[in-house]
């Protein structure tokens, strides 16, 4: 799946918007860039603010490789923006089997034609208090298992102070930097004759979830926790906002943390 004239030139227009407007609002740092692949390759950022796309995409639009993600399949249906997810070909994803199976399938149309994909392990915004990755879905291990495309574990950190976590304003002052780290290709090598079960499947995905949470205790100089946050043992849900005591959405918890 090659970029079509109109995805380059819909890149190209959205670039021009996009790459000011974030230069504006943060400072940036990247690392480990040079590790991107030449070919096609799955990107698995960790996940902590709602403009982590435009941050991961600006890094990869930089380094000529147009970004490829899996998007909820109800913004398509939204008026100009779906239109623009259309055009630059990004991936619809549904909830059921069958269409997460689809979704999995065009995406291995683009790593087969050498393109980059962004998948978000985790699914949804961490719920880490501290903004820790949490445990991750499935996905990217198996598209990795299934296409032999390498796993690029990235990690970054410093937009969250800018927009936290189901924030309604930007804070712009003091100036913030963004910083990317870029890991080594995970080594899945070890799964690569096992059946895509249940086990096989979580246990690449645990190899994927501590590349990225090493990553990013490097990136914040912290240890991370013993253990990774799991939703269910919390009783949060997987997908969508979460909900924490008092009945109301959070706004910014661990929004401050460095």
């Known amino acids: 799946?090659?970029?079509?004239?109109?995805?380059?030139?819909?890149?190209?227009?959205?670039?021009?918007?996009?790459?000011p407007l974030l230069n504006l609002l943060m400072a940036k740092k990247w690392e480990g860039t040079e590790k991107l692949p030449a070919g096609g390759f799955i990107a698995a950022p960790n996940h902590c603010t709602e403009i982590d796309p435009l941050v991961v995409g600006h890094m990869l639009y930089n380094m000529k490789r147009p970004p490829h993600f899996l998007a909820k399949s109800g913004l398509f249906k939204?008026?100009?923006?779906?239109?623009?997810?259309?055009a630059t070909r990004q991936i619809p994803v549904e909830r059921s089997t069958a269409g997460a199976n689809r979704s999995l399938e065009v995406a291995q149309e683009v790593v087969d034609a050498g393109g980059a994909i962004i998948i978000y392990p985790e699914g949804t915004l961490t719920r880490d208090p501290d903004l820790w990755p949490m445990k991750g879905h499935t996905g990217a291990a198996r598209l990795a298992l299934q296409t032999g495309a390498p796993v690029i574990p990235m990690a970054h950190w410093g937009a969250h102070e800018v927009f936290p976590r189901?924030?309604?304003?930007?804070?712009?002052?003091?100036r913030k930097t963004s910083r990317i780290l870029v890991g080594d290709p995970v080594d899945l090598s070890s799964f690569a004759n096992r059946p895509l079960d249940r086990t096989t499947l979580a246990e690449a995905t645990d190899k994927i979830m501590e590349a990225i949470t090493e990553l990013l205790a490097t990136l914040r100089g912290q240890e991370p926790p013993a253990m990774r946050w799991d939703p269910s043992a919390h009783s949060q849900s997987k997908h969508g906002r979460f909900h924490e005591r008092g009945g109301s959405p959070s706004a910014d918890s661990g929004a401050g943390s460095k």
């Open 166 to 174: 189901y924030a309604k304003r930007f804070y712009l002052f003091p």
């Open 78 to 86: 939204v008026p100009v923006i779906g239109a623009v997810l259309r």
């Open 1 to 19: 799946m090659k970029e079509s004239a109109k995805s380059r030139a819909t890149f190209v227009i959205l670039a021009g918007i996009a790459r």
